[in-house]
């Protein structure tokens, strides 16, 4: 039988939807973050977060904390808000209304999740057992990215845990998979040169050649 937690979760589905869907219709670029970041805020001033605090680390960072009574330790939830410079052909009633911009990267989801689990948790403070930040991060897409301003501002001071997700697209629905190891996840975008260097084989045997495109995919599980 589904605990009262989940079936709390569960009841909020179609909120979480119509915030995310609110939000894809309004994408905005890195940096330009200002109508996501005022939506947000709103969201948690409506379900009596009365300390939201925006602009945080100069760009339109927002943050506010879950505090527990007799709580000894504080975790962190964290989600991007930003979209990407591409031109959405979707057709669906929600699509993006901005030009040229588009929530490609899920972070309208993570934020509507994210959303979802302030409220959840404020109605629930009862049976938590920790303090928890809620950082909504602006400026992910392009590096430096926002993070590196909110860290500095003090988003991170006295949490021992933070923890995010991303969307993976799987058949027929989203999948949101999450990461905690003891290495960096998610920490920034940036890009580093990766020279390759293959042999070649001939048109007649294409097949024999190594492939110098999943070259990177390779490397990065070997990272891992």
């Not at 960072?61 to 527990?68: D, F, N, S």
């Not at 000894?72 to 009633?93: F, S």
């Not at 999740?113 to 920790?130: E, F, Q, W």
């Not at 293959?198 to 492939?211: G, H, I, L, W, Y």
Request: net charge negative; glycine share 10%.
């Amino acid at each position: 039988m589904p605990s009262h937690e989940s079936q709390a979760a569960a009841g909020l589905a179609d909120q979480v939807i119509a915030w995310r869907r609110a939000m894809h219709a309004h994408p905005e670029l890195s940096g330009q973050e200002e109508w996501t970041a005022g939506y947000v805020a709103d969201r948690l001033r409506e379900f009596g977060y009365h300390d939201v605090t925006t602009r945080v680390g100069g760009g339109w960072g927002v943050t506010t904390e879950l505090r527990v009574s007799g709580a000894t330790r504080t975790i962190a939830l964290r989600a991007d808000m930003d979209a990407l410079p591409i031109t959405e052909e979707t057709g669906v009633e929600y699509a993006s209304r901005v030009a040229g911009v588009m929530h490609a990267c899920g972070h309208d989801c993570h934020t509507a999740m994210l959303l979802g689990a302030a409220k959840l948790l404020r109605s629930r403070a009862d049976i938590v057992p920790v303090n928890v930040r809620f950082i909504f991060q602006p400026h992910e897409e392009v590096y430096p990215g926002g993070a590196q301003g909110m860290i500095a501002a003090g988003v991170l001071d006295g949490v021992s845990a933070i923890f995010g997700l991303h969307m993976l697209l799987g058949p027929g629905r989203f999948i949101a998979e999450t990461a905690v190891d003891t290495a960096t996840w998610l920490g920034m975008v940036k890009a580093d040169p990766i020279v390759v260097e293959a042999d070649f084989e001939t048109s007649e045997t294409p097949e024999a050649a190594p492939a110098p495109t999943t070259a990177p995919d390779r490397f990065h599980e070997a990272r891992l």
